[in-house]
């Protein structure tokens, strides 16, 4: 009897000291676990409207979408934009595009999470060490006959629009979150200075070379929709009320 107490005793003591087995982040979800690192400088030159000197950041852990939100998880929620410049998108695999910022905003919302703030976006892409590429500091050689990284897709492959999201082997950052790089540019809830327009980051599925595009910037209105431009979403981790993350709200004019 006392033999089995004594069993009983330490199978409840090493219960008790098991780490929990739920995950920080919603599924689907990645956590970018904090700290500081070098944000920008964006844009060319101090002339460039988007250029945005580089600053210290310091940054809360949270959680960040591996894949850019795919055609077939958006329209369970709304429908893109079909123009002249937008057309049907029928894969639901690939990653919707043609998506104005109220609508990504508002597929967030509906799943508890949110848009990523500039800095969190830039912090998940390049990390504490700010590397230029979200994969590390080397450039990588784009091969269109097996595609490791989505773009020139009008040229080179005969097709245009967004890629499968997450089929980029190459773009993929050590945490495990895909196409930072390219494949589509990406909404941020963050706020051009000094306009109302929302900050876009990232390069997408049109570039013709393999370049530092981690932090590259645009700004666009909430109204605006194109074929490069996507999102994905963010979210605090479990029991964490504040928003995490800086935000930089700098630069342009």
């Given at each position: ?89 029928k894969d639901g695999r690939r990653s919707v595009s043609c998506v104005s910022y109220s609508q990504a905003e508002g597929f967030c919302a509906a799943r ?13 892409a390049r990390g504490v060490r700010s590397t230029s590429f979200p994969w590390g500091d080397r450039s990588v050689v784009y091969t269109p006959r097996a ?107």
């Amino acid at each position: 009897m006392v033999r089995w107490m004594a069993v009983l005793c330490f199978v409840t003591m090493a219960w008790a000291d098991t780490p929990s087995t739920v995950s920080p982040c919603p599924v689907g979800m990645v956590l970018v676990p904090g700290g500081q690192f070098v944000f920008g400088p964006t844009g060319e030159s101090a002339e460039d409207p988007y250029f945005l000197a580089a600053s210290s950041q310091t940054v809360a852990a949270f959680c960040m979408d591996a894949r850019e939100v795919s055609v077939g998880a958006f329209l369970a929620f709304g429908k893109p934009a079909v123009t002249g410049d937008c057309p049907p998108q029928k894969d639901g695999r690939r990653s919707v595009s043609c998506v104005s910022y109220s609508q990504a905003e508002g597929f967030c919302a509906a799943r508890g999470g949110r848009l990523p703030s500039e800095v969190e976006w830039e912090f998940a892409a390049r990390g504490v060490r700010s590397t230029s590429f979200p994969w590390g500091d080397r450039s990588v050689v784009y091969t269109p006959r097996a595609p490791n990284l989505c773009l020139l897709r009008e040229e080179r492959t005969g097709s245009q629009g967004a890629c499968v999201s997450g089929a980029s082997s190459s773009d993929r950052t050590p945490l495990g979150i895909f196409d930072l790089g390219f494949n589509l540019s990406e909404w941020t809830r963050s706020i051009l200075l000094g306009s109302s327009r929302k900050v876009i980051r990232g390069g997408n599925w049109t570039l013709r070379i393999v370049a530092p595009v981690a932090s590259q910037r645009m700004a666009r209105e909430v109204s605006y929709f194109n074929s490069v431009v996507g999102f994905r979403c963010a979210a605090n981790e479990r029991g964490k009320s504040a928003i995490a993350g800086g935000d930089a709200g700098g630069g342009g004019r």
